[in-house]
């Protein structure tokens, strides 16, 4: 079965620093790129980060470039987020979305985690 | 930056068919996907290019693009399929290529 599990969500201040993990397992992690989508609450959905299968190519959204950085390690079927400078409009649940082998759609995600910035 | 339009909000009946539209500039030959979300869980692809479904979604769920507008069609349409639903693209144009759209919450009468 495949799962993708997100962790390190959490309550921080404007300006702090938090990273998320995404631990994943039933499939060939080092075959498929991924993504890291948001959604502030009430919102619609975001892509904020993208890594190719090797980490070779990355990608980041307007909003968030300069400030999160988003890693894999293909060893440990992991992926991560690491996301500095934080700001109240940061707020969102953070999803890992596999990307599909053949197509460029997400289809498996985690559950999420909760990042709130807030003072 | 690059913006998919919907409405904001379709109702149907139940039995009905729902249609919810996805907008936007120079679709060409990019390909658009679907996700239904219900609250408090992640999202679920029921469409990927244009009008393919992956294994376990019913086939009361339809894709179709004409010129630069996608829909997805919901036929039957039961009590369970009360959702928000988005459209998405890549477009490799873009700085970031990933690009939702707004959303869509379907009632179910």
């Known amino acids: 079965e495949v799962q993708l599990v997100e962790s390190g969500g959490g309550l921080v201040q404007p300006g702090g620093s938090l990273r998320l993990s995404c631990t994943t397992s039933?499939?060939?992690?080092?075959?498929?790129?991924m993504n890291w989508v948001r959604q502030a609450p009430g919102k619609g959905l975001e892509s904020v980060a993208y890594?190719?299968?090797?980490?070779?190519?990355?990608y980041y959204a307007d909003s968030v470039r300069g400030r999160f950085t988003i890693s894999r390690d293909n060893a440990k079927n992991s992926l991560s987020l690491q996301m500095n400078r934080l700001r109240v409009e940061d707020t969102a649940v953070y999803y890992c979305?596999?990307?599909?082998?053949?197509?460029?759609?997400?289809?498996?995600w985690g559950q999420g985690t909760l990042v709130t910035v807030s003072s | 930056s690059y913006v998919l339009s919907q409405p904001p909000s379709v109702s149907v009946a139940p039995g009905k068919t729902a249609r919810i539209t996805c907008g936007g500039n120079n679709f060409g030959s990019k390909s658009i996907h679907w996700y239904q979300q219900k609250p408090g869980l992640a999202p679920l692809l029921v469409v990927y290019e244009d009008s393919d479904r992956p294994s376990g979604i019913p086939k009361r769920f339809s894709g179709s693009k004409s010129g630069n507008t996608a829909t997805l069609t919901i036929s039957r349409v039961e009590a369970g399929d009360e959702a928000d639903y988005f459209c998405?693209?890549?477009?490799?144009?873009?700085?970031?290529?990933?690009?939702f759209g707004t959303g869509t919450k379907v009632t179910v009468l």
């Open positions: 890594i190719s299968n090797s980490g070779s190519a990355i």
């Open positions: 039933g499939f060939t992690f080092s075959t498929y790129e």
């Open positions: 979305a596999r990307e599909g082998f053949l197509f460029d759609a997400f289809d498996m």
């Open positions: 998405q693209l890549w477009d490799s144009t873009l700085d970031h290529p990933y690009v």
